[in-house]
Structures are given as C-alpha cells and as structure tokens.
C-alpha cells in the first residue's frame, strides 16, 4: 500500500510569492488531514477534510490559505501570498477514521521557507 | 483549552542507558494519548496509544509508557536505548468528543550517543 505522499518536500519563495503545496493521501482514506510545525515548536492542526468537504477548519491562521480538497481525493493547500511567518514544515496525514481507532498516516512534509 | 508539554527539547543519551522522555497534558475532558516518532526525513509514526484499560501501555520496539492519570502525565521509556531510537518524539492527546484532531507537545530530540 502506498503511504502518504506529499510535495514538493521542500520549498523557498520569496515574501509574497504564491506556494501550493499538494498532498496525496491513502487510496480510500476519506479523512484527510493538514497540520504545520513552525520553528521547532509544536505540530498544530490547521484542518480537516472529510471526502471533498472541509469539516474542520479552525487551525486555518488566516485567509492567505486555501486548501482544496476536490473530488475527494487528493488535496491541496495555497498560500497566497507568503509570509515569512508561514515558514515552517506542513504535514498532510490520512485516516480511515477515528484517530483512536485507526491513527493517522503522515506524510513525510514539505519544508516551506520564505525568505 | 488543551495542551501538551514535553519539557525537554533534547535528551543525549549513551547506547544501552535507560531513557525517560516527559509528557504532561492539562485538558477539561478526557483524552486519549499518543506517542510518535519522527526519524530523519520520514513522516510521523504512531509508536504507541492508550485509549482505556491498563495503564502501561507498549510498543514493538521495547518502548514504554504509563498513563498517570492525577499528575496528568504519560510518559515515554525504554531500558536500553540503541543508536537506532535516535529520532524526535511527540506526545499528542486527542479529545474522546472530537477524536479526529491531535493536539501535539513541541517534541523530544532523542539523540543515542556509541
């Protein structure tokens, strides 16, 4: 089975600039998830899809990100226009379900860097 | 609000020591909890969970944890540590009313020294 994957695994843009970084879940997993690590600090939860439809977006910082999720499978996550404050590692995992019952599958992230 | 807090951000450790990686959580309801580890250039891994039952939970790789339920704690062990544990480690809880969301700590560095 293929994993999560996730790309470009890295990216620098200047301030400004538009990124779009894009994740491919698991075949048939129907959540979808976006999380970023900035600065060493901890991973948090920017939102959730569940097939097309955003169930929770309340990690989202601001309206500079958009993320689509079409057709229910793979998805995408633009920032426009970046920040250097958007700098950091943006992770995408994938689940079947309930976190407590079948855990999450990550991606191995795309480092985003905004000079 | 939920949090985690791992205290230390890096724990240097020689190979076959004993290691003890700290998570402490504050949270109005009850949670579940996770540990995963991050090797170098890999996504995050779940190494092990514990939703109910016994308090000490493990994983496949020697890996340990208890669930502390009055110091709101679960804390990561492991007797003997090899070169090959070196990676980052996160706490995460996840909130059995909203139980597809991870609130993560900041994560441990766990570097294993020959």
């Known amino acids: 089975e293929a994993g999560v994957t996730q790309f470009p695994s890295h990216s620098v843009i200047e301030k400004g600039q538009t990124v779009t970084l894009r994740c491919d879940p698991i075949?048939?997993?129907?959540?979808l998830y976006w999380y970023r690590r900035v600065m060493g600090k901890e991973i948090k939860f920017l939102l959730h899809?569940?097939?097309?439809?955003?169930?929770?977006e309340s990690g989202m910082p601001n309206n500079r990100f958009l993320a689509e999720r079409t057709g229910g499978t793979y998805s995408t996550l633009k920032v426009q226009p970046a920040e250097l404050e958007d700098s950091g590692v943006y992770f995408c995992a994938s689940s079947p379900g309930a976190v407590f019952e079948y855990g999450y599958t990550f991606g191995s992230g795309t480092r985003l860097t905004v000079v | 609000a939920q949090s985690v807090t791992q205290l230390d951000s890096q724990v240097p450790v020689f190979e076959e020591a004993p290691v003890e990686l700290r998570c402490n959580y504050s949270?109005?309801?009850?949670?579940?909890l996770f540990w995963y580890v991050q090797y170098p250039n890999q996504g995050l891994q779940l190494l092990l969970k514990?939703?109910?039952?016994?308090?000490l939970v493990e994983s496949i790789n020697g890996f340990e944890a208890e669930f502390n339920k009055s110091q709101t704690s679960f804390h990561l062990r492991k007797p003997s540590v090899h070169i090959s544990d070196t990676a980052e480690y996160f706490c995460?809880?996840?909130?059995?009313?909203?139980?597809?969301?991870?609130?993560f700590g900041s994560g441990t560095r766990l570097l294993v020294r020959p």
């Open positions: 514990y939703l109910s039952g016994s308090t």
């Open positions: 899809f569940v097939k097309e439809s955003k169930q929770d």
């Open positions: 949270s109005s309801v009850s949670v579940y």
């Open positions: 075949s048939g997993h129907d959540n």
């Open positions: 995460a809880v996840s909130l059995m009313d909203s139980s597809y969301k991870l609130i």
